[in-house]
């Protein structure tokens, strides 16, 4: 079993900034793409931003390219989602997500749809004030 812990979320002003981290365990996520969804309340989770295997390939979210960055550590078994001049549209529980199914896959490229991501963590609550 694989286990992601998300953490940094809080309360932030509006055009301010947070970094997210997402630390997997108990597998060998650093072969697989992973990505960053969030889920604000009354609405589906919805696909923010990803990354492949090692970090050469991203994708975003219109509504985030630009302001977020995705990137990830292998050493440290890490995730991050620099999120910068965040806004109130911006307020959502986030979670991180591990493609795991195409872990090994070395050209696998990252995904835009939560129902291929196969591990989730808990989620951390990000809200920003007007």
Known sequence: QGQLV????????AGGSLRLSCVVSGR???SCPMGW????PGKERAFVAAINWN???TIYSDSVKGR????????????YLEMNRL????????????????????FATPRKEAK????????????VSS
């Open 68 to 79: 977020f960055t995705i990137s990830r550590d292998s050493a440290k078994n890490t995730v």
């Open 6 to 13: 998300e953490s940094g979320g809080g309360l932030v002003q």
């Open 28 to 30: 060998t996520f650093n």
């Open 116 to 127: 291929e991501y196969d591990y989730w963590g808990q989620g951390t609550q990000v809200t």
């Open 87 to 106: 806004i109130p549209e911006d307020t959502a529980v986030y979670y991180c997500g591990a493609d795991a199914s195409r872990a090994g896959r070395t």
């Open 37 to 40: 969804f969030r889920q604000a």
């Open 55 to 57: 970090g050469s390939t």
